[in-house]
């Protein structure tokens, strides 16, 4: 029984990991296509992510089947229902991150010029790529300070990407004022970048879900 429970926690564990690791990709791959103008690169970044759900359903089924076949206890406990969770985070970010590509080819295509803006938001991207590079990092972390130096640098991240999106939405506004004509595809903008913001809020959830398997405690997301 303890050779099945350990194939199976090392099997979604698997799962988790490869899962990460393509989110990763894939936004690597949109910030790529934002900043080169290549629509290929969008399509790709989106293709990667597009059984995300079928993917965390996998893991879902097979934590569940762990729990229910072999009741884990205290600290093994902790380690499955933060996969859960953390596959779950990962979900939620790829559905933001094939949003935004979808987003990059109205870029590309001319509809939404960003001109003095595309610094602000390069520095937007690269922020919020840190902070999920942070979170991904501290899924296998086992050291506690390690662990806390992540969360910091996830949450210097988080605070970033705030003070960033206040400046791009502040600076589009006044580019809806000048040209009018162009409102509703900005407005269409601001909402993809809100939910890219989201991106460095369930990248803190993550590292404090690897925390809380790591050393337990009280569990707040």
Request: one cysteine or more; charged letters at 30%.
């Amino acid at each position: 029984m303890l050779t099945n429970y350990k194939q199976i926690l090392e099997k979604s564990q698997k799962r988790v990991s490869e899962l990460a690791d393509d989110v990763l990709k894939a936004y690597e791959y949109t910030i790529q296509a934002c900043q080169n103008k290549d629509l290929e690169k969008a399509t790709t970044a989106r293709n990667i992510l597009k059984n995300a759900h079928e993917r965390n359903n996998k893991i879902d089924n097979e934590i569940i089947k762990t729990l229910a076949l072999f009741s884990p206890e205290a600290k093994d406990l902790r380690i499955v229902i933060s996969y859960l969770k953390i596959a779950s985070e990962l979900t939620r970010i790829s559905d933001y991150i094939r949003s935004y590509a979808k987003k990059v080819k109205m870029q590309i295509s001319g509809e939404i010029e960003l001109g003095a803006l595309q610094n602000d938001m390069n520095s937007f991207l690269q922020s919020t790529k840190k902070s999920l590079q942070a979170a991904i990092d501290s899924i296998w972390t086992t050291s506690q300070e390690s662990l806390e130096n992540l969360y910091r640098k996830v949450n210097v991240e988080e605070s970033k990407c705030d003070d960033i999106i206040s400046i791009l939405e502040k600076n589009i506004l006044q580019q809806i004022c000048v040209n009018p004509e162009d409102a509703g595809d900005f407005v269409e903008f601001i909402k993809s970048i809100r939910k890219l913001e989201r991106i460095s809020d369930r990248s803190v959830n993550i590292v404090k879900l690897a925390y809380f398997a790591h050393k337990g405690g009280k569990l707040k997301l």
